[in-house]
């Protein structure tokens, strides 16, 4: 299918001539020949809808058809956190895997969608879907089915001859990634034989970010989403963590993406489970230091 060539029209009343859209489309669809000259719009075929040129315009002298009205808006500056601010919400957000029994409202899970939506993505392509579950009968069934996936890799890497089949069909990341977690898959059925839940401690809810395969990035897009997602419920009072073993567990088994309905083209890369915390944490834990190569390549 062939793309569309949007419509961008630049009002010569408005212009100041400024020349910031020039300077910040990604495509340079903006050409201005001689500074303080009105810019013209070359050939659209390579726009990718970013929106960068209404956002720069300080007189909405430009108008784009994928962008209709109030579809724009003015920053709110006082509203944008300073940097210590910033800073303390990165710091005190912590994986949380204790949850009181209240249920998550559909307003505060929306709320949360709402950052991971403003996540940037490759190409500005906005494919990252997402799955909300919170009845209690599925995430039971995602549980188990995560327990039984990774009971059964544990025997696989067990034995030499399916442990090497395992080698041929996997990347060796993964196969690392299995054998350093092999004390982690004998946890995991001790605690799930003892009645508990070790891979989505009881949340309430869950999101599953996926997205087509054959998009640009789908997994970083989904792992930035759903860091959005995190913050913006840390800020909502909620807690959380990342699904790695869900996540993990459908990359090789259809049965949890199944499970949910979600498409056959498509493949989960991201899942974070939400609640309302038991405990809070008053502190934050300062990391390792900050290791980095300045002008590390001198030529």
């Known amino acids: 299918?062939?793309?569309?060539?949007?419509?961008?029209?630049?009002?010569?009343?408005?212009?100041?001539?400024?020349?910031?859209?020039?300077?910040?489309?990604?495509?340079?669809?903006?050409?201005?020949?001689?500074?303080?000259?009105?810019?013209?719009?070359?050939?659209?075929?390579?726009?990718?809808?970013?929106?960068?040129?209404?956002?720069?315009?300080?007189?909405?002298?430009?108008?784009?058809?994928?962008?209709?009205?109030?579809?724009?808006f003015p920053v709110d500056t006082e509203a944008v956190p300073n940097y210590a601010q910033t800073l303390e919400l990165l710091r005190s957000r912590r994986s949380v895997r204790g949850f009181t029994e209240a249920p998550v409202s559909r307003e505060l899970v929306t709320a949360v969608l709402e950052a991971a939506r403003l996540a940037p993505t490759a190409h500005n392509l906005q494919e990252v879907r997402y799955t909300v579950v919170q009845d209690k009968t599925v995430l039971a069934a995602i549980t188990k089915s995560v327990v039984t996936y990774f009971s059964g890799l544990k025997k696989q890497m067990g034995n030499p001859i399916a442990?090497?089949?395992?080698?041929?069909?996997?990347?060796?990341?993964?196969?690392?990634?299995?054998?350093?977690?092999?004390?982690?898959?004998?946890?995991?059925?001790?605690?799930?034989?003892?009645?508990?839940?070790?891979?989505?401690?009881?949340?309430?809810?869950?999101?599953i970010a996926h997205s087509r395969r054959t998009v640009n990035f789908p997994e970083s897009n989904a792992a930035i989403a759903l860091h959005n997602a995190a913050l913006a419920a840390h800020?909502?009072?909620?807690?959380?963590?990342?699904?790695?073993?869900?996540?993990?567990?459908?990359?090789?088994?259809?049965?949890?993406?199944?499970?949910?309905?979600?498409?056959?083209?498509?493949?989960?890369?991201?899942?974070?489970?939400?609640?309302?915390?038991?405990?809070?944490?008053?502190?934050?834990?300062?990391?390792?230091p900050l290791e980095v190569d300045w002008d590390a390549f001198t030529g």
């Open 163 to 207: 442990r090497l089949l395992f080698r041929l069909a996997a990347t060796r990341s993964e196969v690392d990634s299995a054998l350093r977690m092999l004390p982690d898959f004998d946890y995991v059925a001790r605690e799930y034989a003892a009645g508990r839940d070790p891979i989505l401690h009881d949340a309430p809810c869950i999101l």
């Open 235 to 288: 800020a909502l009072g909620l807690g959380g963590f990342l699904l790695g073993y869900v996540v993990g567990a459908s990359k090789r088994s259809r049965a949890i993406p199944d499970l949910l309905g979600i498409p056959r083209d498509h493949e989960v890369y991201s899942g974070l489970a939400l609640g309302h915390p038991a405990v809070v944490f008053p502190k934050w834990i300062q990391r390792r």
């Open 1 to 72: 299918k062939r793309k569309r060539m949007p419509t961008i029209i630049i009002d010569d009343q408005k212009c100041l001539l400024c020349g910031r859209c020039v300077a910040t489309c990604p495509a340079s669809l903006f050409v201005q020949a001689t500074a303080g000259e009105s810019p013209d719009v070359a050939p659209t075929d390579l726009c990718i809808a970013c929106g960068h040129c209404l956002a720069v315009c300080p007189t909405d002298a430009i108008t784009h058809d994928a962008f209709p009205e109030k579809s724009v």
